[in-house]
């Protein structure tokens, strides 16, 4: 067997967007050192973060020495996260050799949801075979995750490493087999960091938060830039967007100098609330929010991110319609008292000290995510700290080493926090915490968070910019009766308008920036624009819908106003045929969820739009936007808009919702495609590739 570490090694990479991809990194990181500690594992970071130009240079370097063990998510409709972005772009080239990664064995898990019919795990699939074509071998089955199965991905996950990947590893002889050590042993390897308490902090100033008071406000900055979304947007000191070649130059410069490198990002734009508004009726079960916030700078930090000159180029929008904003929320105060309660009385008695945070190892994988340097406990927990996320499995692993067994119960809850952590325990895992939302309120570290908005209509500033988010509030209770809130749509609908609260976030870019925008030269009405759209959402997909509808509107009344063109309300007998823009929206009750109710009947009744509600529980018979799609003129409209119109499609909202539209979409056009469905679905692949079909969905 081989017994040098230094000639047998596990790459370990992942491409994530809700971080379960990253949860089965570390899942199977911890199994490998204590199954195989002969094997060296490195990586255990991003694909992006490990760098495009290590990733590949793998093939020249490895001699079959190095596993490639990779754990892909899929997002939106087959599509890869933004954390594999820059990779696959590279991989994609047609220059790049057939024998690139001949040296390279490698095993991969796929993740994804059975929901999404033929896109499930589809991104894993995608790389799996590119990987094969650039000459690496796969060393066993292709794993796929189900995260809408009872064990979830995680329970998928153990399944395929016992029954696939481990036996390889073991015919391989890559290390010596320690299956019989504890499951417990170094799951903590050491401490990470060393904390100096240095004084009391001045606890009377509660004017501001204390990531905005001088004393921390630097070191704060340095550490929210590791939060920023890979693609997120440059902007210069007058809140300016920067061109997007010198926005990707400047993430890229030093992800490529080492694997290991915690590399510094874009520090947040900081805002604040100016408009609040609850638009579902007060005795609606679900509360969701109109929320305009006004852009006024950008956190300055001392970290370098590779800042762009003065002479950039810049542009002239802050944002495209339909783009995300990534936001980072804090956690309320009542919460982080709670949490502190839990802790033993020699932490809680320093929770207002001003401490120093320090790395104990200065090369950690960038999977550690670093600390403020300086804060306070009470600070940390609650401008750092998602305590209000689920415990993975590996978390309960490390918290069984913290057990007090001089306690007369310490070591029975040590015990079964081990059982919750194992693969046997899975199915108690889901149901006790998982099922009954028990978060991180009985727990003592977490990691860092940040959540995602969809962007909708912008508005011009004096200084900065505004943009728009819809918010629908998560809250409710389980079964048990245990009350649970969302992070981040909560703390937004806590904020009250121009108050001092200062939110950070950055701006990335969406799903559906490639709307076109071409005018025909027949200005006729519902002839503006060269390319239709069609945009199908339900509840809060509608807010990246309505962006894209009044962007192209704005641009409608800007030409119509430059070309002294007079508009006039037309007559219903009057009215076009056809619409430039055509909306398919749905929601439960007209009289409760009807999000921007008013906008779209305004629009509607000057012929500038196509209104198609459908109000699921207004009827007796379920009403959703895939039938209302479907009997649409008939049956006639979808093959119409795309065949004969050259129309573009958008779809935003739930998961099954954007899957059920699609079907819908993939039959009309195979009734009258020659080919059938199969000649549907090449369509749709190419209208993708132009920018004519996209979707934005989540689960």
Request: hydrophobic share 35%; proline share 4%.
């Amino acid at each position: 067997m081989a017994s040098n570490i230094n000639e047998t090694s596990v790459t370990i990479l992942y491409s994530t967007q809700s971080g379960r991809a990253k949860a089965c990194a570390r899942r199977s990181s911890r199994l490998l050192k204590t199954k195989y500690p002969s094997i060296l594992i490195s990586g255990n970071c991003s694909f992006d973060e490990f760098g495009v130009k290590n990733f590949l240079s793998l093939g020249s370097l490895n001699a079959n020495k190095n596993v490639l063990l990779l754990f892909v998510s899929t997002t939106g409709d087959g599509e890869h996260t933004t954390s594999i972005a820059k990779t696959w772009s590279a991989l994609l080239s047609k220059s790049l050799p057939s024998t690139l990664f001949s040296n390279v064995p490698f095993a991969l898990f796929a993740l994804g949801d059975r929901a999404y019919g033929d896109a499930f795990c589809a991104a894993g699939r995608k790389l799996a075979a590119r990987l094969v074509q650039l000459g690496a071998s796969p060393i066993c089955v292709l794993g796929y995750g189900d995260d809408g199965s009872g064990a979830g991905v995680l329970g998928d996950l153990d399944v395929w490493l016992g029954e696939s990947f481990f036996g390889v590893v073991d015919s391989l002889e890559l290390g010596t087999d320690a299956s019989s050590r504890s499951s417990s042993i170094d799951a903590h390897d050491g401490l990470l960091y060393s904390v100096e308490i240095i004084q009391s902090d001045d606890v009377s100033s509660t004017a501001r938060q204390e990531w905005q008071k001088n004393v921390y406000n630097q070191k704060y900055a340095d550490y929210f830039q590791y939060s920023c979304p890979d693609t997120a947007y440059e902007y210069n000191a007058n809140c300016v967007r920067l061109k997007n070649d010198e926005s990707y130059n400047n993430h890229g410069i030093t992800k490529e100098s080492s694997q290991h490198a915690l590399t510094p990002r874009l520090p947040p734009l900081l805002g604040v609330v100016i408009v609040n508004d609850r638009i579902t009726a007060e005795d609606w079960i679900q509360n969701t929010r109109h929320i305009r916030i006004r852009i006024n700078k950008k956190m300055a930090s001392t970290v370098s991110s590779g800042e762009a000159s003065l002479n950039a180029t810049t542009c002239l929008l802050p944002y495209q319609a339909g783009d995300v904003a990534t936001v980072l929320p804090s956690n309320p105060a009542d919460l982080v008292s709670k949490f502190l309660s839990i802790l033993p009385a020699s932490i809680r008695n320093i929770a207002e000290a001003r401490i120093h945070i320090q790395r104990v190892q200065p090369h950690l994988p960038s999977t550690n995510h670093p600390w403020p340097e300086l804060c306070t406990l009470r600070g940390l927990l609650t401008h750092c700290a998602d305590i209000q996320s689920l415990p993975e499995q590996e978390d309960l692993l490390v918290l069984s080493q913290y057990c007090n067994l001089d306690h007369p119960n310490g070591n029975d809850q040590r015990e079964k926090l081990i059982s919750l952590s194992e693969q046997s325990g899975a199915a108690l895992y889901a149901d006790y915490i998982i099922r009954n939302k028990r978060n991180w309120t009985g727990a003592n570290d977490a990691p860092s968070k940040g959540t995602l908005c969809a962007v909708a209509k912008r508005q011009s500033a004096d200084f900065g910019f505004d943009l728009e988010l819809c918010v629908a509030v998560v809250e409710g209770t389980t079964s048990l009766g245990r009350m649970y809130t969302g992070c981040c749509s909560s703390y937004l609908a806590s904020i009250k308008p121009c108050d001092q609260e200062e939110l950070r976030m950055w701006i990335t870019p969406g799903s559906f920036h490639k709307m076109p925008l071409n005018q025909s030269t027949n200005h006729s009405p519902g002839d503006f624009f060269e390319t239709p759209i069609l945009c199908v959402g339900a509840g809060t997909g509608i807010a990246p819908l309505r962006s894209l509808i009044f962007e192209r509107e704005a641009i409608r009344l800007s030409q119509i106003q430059q070309n002294n063109l007079q508009q006039t309300t037309m007559k219903k007998t009057d009215r076009p045929t056809h619409h430039d823009n055509i909306l398919v929206f749905g929601c439960r009750k007209r009289s409760m969820d009807y999000y921007y109710g008013p906008e779209w009947e305004s629009l509607a009744n000057t012929s500038q739009l196509r209104l198609v509600p459908a109000f699921s529980r207004d009827q007796i018979g379920k009403h959703y936007v895939q039938r209302a799609l479907r009997e649409l003129d008939q049956g006639s409209f979808i093959a119409h808009h795309i065949l004969e119109r050259s129309g573009a499609v958008y779809i935003a909202g739930g998961s099954k919702m954007a899957r059920a539209v699609r079907d819908e979409i993939v039959t009309a056009l195979g009734a009258v495609l020659a080919g059938g469905e199969s000649d549907a679905k090449k369509l749709l692949t190419r209208l993708k590739r132009q920018g004519l079909f996209a979707i934005e969905a989540w689960s």
